[in-house]
């Protein structure tokens, strides 16, 4: 059993960490303060509704989380009543630190696995009942063959949270972001960002009912890309009714006055800019 200390010196040699874990007294070192509402919040507004929706706990169910990151979703995912979570992430750093994470806090080694490589090239072997796709497909150039993955494996139940574009119709939004982030993709620099009825019409070609879901924001410290509608929950079901789902509005003249005021804040912005030249 290691010291407090050994896990502390162990944990600042994982730095950046990306979700707040209190392992044994020792707080991993977020890169962002208002990160931890943040994540308390997108429980509330996206994981919550999910086993809501299987019924009030994940009991009996598999669970594949996607850019897995340090474990966070995967642990929720256990807490939950999953019986087995398989987390997958392109990079060793997130490998190890969710490692570390269920180690420390002596989850039971059969109930979880994480691996290291692209969810793309898996060869998904297994069946999962729920997949989590948490922040990850705003960083992909592969939307089709992502839900391809879902199909694949059997979910009836996948949650995804993604950044998107205000455009009020299924439309994708070409972006590049660096592969040395270690927030960011992990092979092409080129992402497309989908828009909330891209993201429904993906699910229909794979027989998913999809909801974006409202989001009862309780506090909005670090929650500034949902509250303006740039990123969006959305909850896909096959098999699974969502009727009980409180879905957020997809009414055309709503979406356009979003995409309106993110026009005036960047027109703003760009002013600014150059006013200060």
Known sequence: ???????????????????????????????????????????RIGFEPLVAVAGG???????????????FWSLAALEAGADFVLGIDGRQLHIDQANLVFETKKVDPARYSFELGNIFGHPYEQQFDVV???????????????FEI?????????????????????????????????????????TLIPSRQAVIDLGRQFGYDTAPLAQHITDGTGMRN????????FLCARGVSLDSVDRESMRQIDLGLVLARQIVRRAGKRGLALLGR
């Open 1 to 43: 059993m290691q010291t407090q200390e050994a896990l502390r010196q162990l944990v600042d040699s994982y730095r950046p960490w990306h979700y707040q874990f209190d392992l044994d007294g020792v707080i991993t070192p977020i890169y962002r303060a208002d990160s931890v509402n943040r994540h308390i919040q997108r429980r």
């Open 57 to 71: 706990s994940l009991r009996g169910r598999r669970v594949l989380d996607l850019g897995c990151n340090s474990g």
């Open 132 to 146: 989590l796709c948490l922040g990850l497909m705003y960083h992909i150039a592969k939307p089709m063959e992502l």
């Open 150 to 190: 879902f199909d694949r494996v059997g979910a009836s139940l996948v949650l995804i949270d993604t950044i998107v574009n205000l455009i009020p119709r299924s439309a994708f939004r070409v972006m590049r972001e660096t592969i040395d982030n270690p927030r960011n993709a992990v092979d092409y620099e080129t």
């Open 226 to 233: 949902y509250l303006t509608g740039a990123r969006a929950f």
